[in-house]
Structures are given as structure tokens and as C-alpha cells.
């Protein structure tokens, strides 16, 4: 099988598993895993087109299941750049986010690319832009603070993306954002079954070495990872021993199974570790 190159650090890369027409690798220095070959533009618009118009359907919840931890999100922004400072939410939604920033006596606007979710955003009153990052001039050096919500993972040029928030942010301007993490303890106990490991919904699943890597290519300094953000001490800890137990009796299921079967076959399981990031332009 040909080698694939990593789109993260440049080494070469190992299949990590297929499902069904998509094949993921993981790359052997960053130990990232990503989609290869990605989807085109068009096939991804054609994905995210029937969530994009059910607002009622899987779209909302994960909007809902999100929201719950923008108190804390909101909270940690704010300790970083100030009251009163500007943030921008980079896919927005309909703007839950940038509203609870308000709340708390931020000056935050919101970019999405759904013209639905920004249409319903602006008529609750929220300033929300319908454009990409890379296409928001108007906005270079405007921000305190830059958002990226459980998104870097959806990317197919995340290098591009992440560079044009550079841009938006002023001189020590600071980057948020989370995402799934790959290669941590969980995932090496139950290898490539996690929930992040979701194509074509999900294009990367991102190392904290790959993270990293990516930043850094893109000009941030100070960069801050947390492997596993849940928004109370408690609730991590519940989330670690939950995820050990689980996933070790899964692993023993996986294992039993490929043994009778003699193949492996690809479940997507309801956990993974949450990582939370953030850095900072010099």
C-alpha cells in the first residue's frame, strides 16, 4: 500500500482503519490521524447541507450539548483579555455562544458559514458574519480574542484557517478552541474507535504533538493544552474512570471478537477525551 504523507508534520503514515469507502491514517512522528483521500468541497457541502437545514434535528442538539459548558468557556476568555474586550466566535451557529459572551460584558461577534444559522442569530439581535475566516479582511487585528468550538477537526486546510485567525487577532491576542484528541491514554486502550474517529464528519483527529505542530506552523506562542476538559474537577474525574472501565471491557469485546472472526471490524464508540487549548499571537 502506497505511503501517505502526514498534512500536519510531512512523515509518513499507517491505515489507522477503513469504514466503508473512507480510510484514516495515523501518521507515525505527530501521531495524528486523518482522512486520506479528504473529501472534495463539494462533497462535504453536500454533507453538512441536511444539518445545516434541520435546526430541530442532530444540528440543534449539538449546539445544545455544547452550551452547556459556555459558562465555563466564557469565564476562562474573559480572565485571559478582560471586560469589555473583543471576541470573535469562528462558527458561530446561530450565536449561543457570542449571547453568553455578551452577558458576561464582552464585546463578541460570531462567523459562520450557514446562512441559515447566522439569518436566525441576527434576528435574535446577536452580530453574526456569513463569510469563511479567510474571506473576513475586514476583520484583521480587530480581536482580543478568537473562539474555535469542536471545529478544527471538520477542516480540510486547517493550517489555512487557523493562520487567518492569526490575522483577525491583535498583537497578544489570544486563541480558544477544543477539539477531540487522538493518541492520548483512551485512545491507545481502545485504538481508533472513539468517537472522533468520524469521517467524513470528522477529517482529523488531532495529538496534542499535532496540535502543537499546527500552531506553532500558524504563528502561535504559549500554547496551553488541557487532555481532558470537562467544565468541573469532578466531572473529569468521573469522565476518567468511566472512560478506563468502558473502555477496557469494550477492548476485551473488540478483542474476543476478532478472534472468532479473525477481522477487525470498526465500531465507533461514545467516548474520547475532550482537549482544550489555547494560545496566544506574540
Known sequence: MREIACPICGAKSNPCFSAG??????????????????????????????????????????????????????????????????VLDVGCGKGLFVEECVRAGLQAEGIDLSGEAVRAGVGRGVRLYQRTVEEFKEGEGRY????????????????????????????????????????????????????????????????????????SDAGFIDIRIDRCFERTQLRKVVRIVRGA????????????????TGRFEFRRYPLGNLMSVRARRP
Open 21 to 86: 469507502e473512507h480510510r484514516m491514517h495515523r501518521c507515525r512522528a505527530c501521531r495524528c490521524a486523518f482522512l486520506s483521500p479528504p473529501p472534495s468541497d463539494e462533497v462535504l457541502g453536500r454533507f453538512y447541507e441536511k444539518f445545516h437545514g434541520a435546526w430541530d434535528g442532530w444540528y440543534d442538539e449539538g449546539e445544545v450539548r455544547t452550551a452547556l459548558d459556555f459558562g465555563v468557556k466564557v469565564r476562562r476568555v474573559r480572565e485571559e483579555v478582560g471586560s469589555g474586550a473583543r
Open 245 to 260: 472501565v468502558v473502555a477496557s471491557a469494550l477492548r476485551l469485546v473488540s478483542d474476543l471478537g476478532r478472534l472468532r
Open 144 to 215: 482580543d480574542a478568537v473562539t474555535f468550538w469542536a471545529t478544527v477537526e471538520h477542516l480540510p486546510r486547517p493550517l489555512s484557517t487557523l493562520s487567518a485567525m492569526f490575522a483577525l487577532l491583535k498583537p497578544g491576542g489570544r486563541l480558544f478552541l477544543d477539539t477531540g484528541i487522538g493518541d492520548d491514554w483512551l485512545d491507545r486502550l481502545l485504538p481508533g474507535v472513539t468517537q472522533w474517529y468520524d469521517p467524513p464528519q470528522h477529517l482529523f483527529v488531532f495529538s496534542e504533538d499535532g496540535m502543537r505542530r499546527l500552531l
